[in-house]
């Protein structure tokens, strides 16, 4: 029986984007909406921002995301072509350059050799590619997926504190907006923290203690102009 463990790397890629989406929906709309809460505003007023503050941050998220990740694919690309061309008119030292990889990391010289003719006879891009440049399956860019990703779980979380808005009495609303936005940001870090497999109640902790900062700058802002006004 072949012993195979359940590892969660392969999924570090989509869960970055997702949750980066998803916290910058609920913290960005959430400080929007206290924000001009504490201003004094009408609901009507503080919806419509909240609105317009959702469609703007997902279309800037999905468009951040497949520009950065764009340049991460773009610069693999060049690396993977510069490779293409060593393999092409050095062969041979493409090979000694892959045994002394293996060197370096415990085998025998001779051994070392033999491993890189076998898996370059097999595929010597993807050997290159995998352990001199550091390119995987797993870590290779994916522009879209990153996009569609982050603008989906932007729009996903950013829905939240704009729930709460509509529903919570006019008096009630900056406090119900804080807690229930807190509240969704530990939950969001204990999905995400389960996901990948790291501690609960660290990650928990973490988005809530970011997003507690940026709602009260905001709110306090708010006042300021609120009082100005």
Known sequence: MIHTEHHRSHRTGWLRAAVMGANDGIVSTSSLILGVAAANTTQGDIML?????????AMSMAAGEYVSVSSQSDTENADLDIERQALAEHYELEQEELAAIYETRG??????????????????LGAHARDEIGITD????????????????FTIGALLPLLVAWWAPS???????????????????????R??????????ARVMFWGALAMALTSAIGHVFGVIA
Do not use: C, W, Y
Request: glycine share 8%; charged share 5%.
């Open 138 to 153: 797993l870590s290779q860019a994916h522009p879209l997926q990153a996009a569609l990703s982050s603008a989906a779980t």
């Open 107 to 124: 085998l025998a010289p001779e051994l070392a050799r033999q491993v890189a003719e076998q898996l370059m006879a097999n595929d010597a």
């Open 195 to 204: 996901v990948g497999g790291a501690p609960i109640l660290k990650a928990a």
């Open 171 to 193: 008096a009630l609303l900056i406090p119900l907006v804080a807690l229930f936005s807190l509240l969704f940001l530990a939950l969001l870090g204990a999905i995400a923290a």
């Open 49 to 57: 921002a909240g609105i317009a503050g959702l469609v703007a941050g």
